[in-house]
């Protein structure tokens, strides 16, 4: 029995050495260290995330669009100014309403409730592969805005 678990542990080391070995020397290899934040996928998948500063900023400058991608209720506690609440599940449906604020030259922002939260990140893939223009998510989200300072609305539809 001790033989066989020891062969099973010298099989697995064997496995895995193989395994580093030829990940290090094939020129696809798998990046050992990655970032996989909110914010570096959505760059990766081609999407350019807005910062808290220039979220407020769009804000400011009255061409922000806010889309809470968040559920009914949650919208209904605490929202962007602005926003309106556009469920992920939702979004096909609403492409048409997105699309009319963006061509009036509004910036979409799809936000929900932090850096954890992939619901932003997913209906900005979403609207601009339905070409909408000027989709920039905003993946720090809800909880950043708030941690900030920054003002927000209550109830609501």
Known sequence: MRKGFYQSVILLLMGVGIGVAVNM????????????SQKAVAVSEGLEPLSLDE??????????????????DAYRQVHLP?????????AEGRIPEIRE????????????HGVD??????????????GVPSVRP???????????GYPVERGGS
Do not use: K
């Open 101 to 112: 604020m963006a061509d009036a030259g509004m910036i979409v922002i799809p936000y929900c």
């Open 82 to 90: 602005g926003a309106r609440n556009v469920p992920l599940h939702e």
């Open 138 to 148: 905003f993946v720090s989200g809800l909880s950043a805005w708030m941690n900030a």
């Open 25 to 36: 020397f094939h020129p696809a290899g798998l990046p050992w260290i990655g970032e996989w």
């Open 55 to 72: 979220a407020m900023m769009l804000h400011e400058a009255g061409v922000a669009f806010f889309v809470d991608v968040r559920d009914r």
């Open 117 to 130: 939260c992939t619901l932003a990140s997913q209906l900005a893939r979403i609207l601009v592969a339905r």
